[in-house]
C-alpha cells in the first residue's frame, strides 16, 4: 500500500523502482553525484542472480525491480520531476527524487546474507 504521504501519487511501480534508485544512489559503484546540482545520476543498474539482486548492502527480490528497465517509469518519474530519464542508459534522480519518501525502503529492500 502506498504511503500517505505520497502526495505525487506514485502508483506502487513507481514507488518500488523510486524505492531501489534512491538506494543505488548512495553507492558510488552504481552512481556519480553532480556537487553543484545535488543530482546523482544512476548508470550501473544491477543484474539479478536468480530471483535477487545486491543494491548496496541490501538484497531486492527481482520481482520488486521491473520497474528499472521500464521506460514508462522512468518518464513517469521524470514528468513528476524526481528524474531526469537518459533511458535506457542512465537515469538522474533530483533533490527531489532523492528526498521523496516512497515508505516501501524496509519493505523490499532486505538484509544481505552474503
Do not use: C
Not at 553507492?27 to 544512476?42: A, F, L, N, R
Request: glycine share 10%; net charge negative.
Amino acid at each position: 500500500m502506498p504511503p500517505k504521504s505520497n502526495s505525487l501519487r506514485l502508483n506502487k511501480l513507481q514507488l518500488k523502482t523510486l524505492t531501489l534508485l534512491q538506494e543505488l544512489a548512495r553507492h558510488p559503484e552504481t552512481s556519480t553525484t553532480d556537487e553543484e546540482t545535488g543530482e546523482v545520476t544512476i548508470s550501473n543498474l544491477p543484474t539479478p542472480h536468480g530471483n535477487h539482486f545486491h543494491v548496496g548492502d541490501f538484497v531486492a527480490m527481482s520481482a520488486n525491480a521491473t520497474g528499472l528497465r521500464n521506460e514508462g517509469v522512468w518518464l513517469a518519474l521524470h514528468r513528476k520531476g524526481l528524474a531526469l530519464s537518459g533511458y535506457p542508459i542512465a537515469i538522474r534522480l533530483t533533490p527531489a527524487g532523492l528526498e521523496y519518501d516512497t515508505g516501501m525502503r524496509g519493505e523490499i529492500l532486505l538484509g544481505s546474507d552474503h
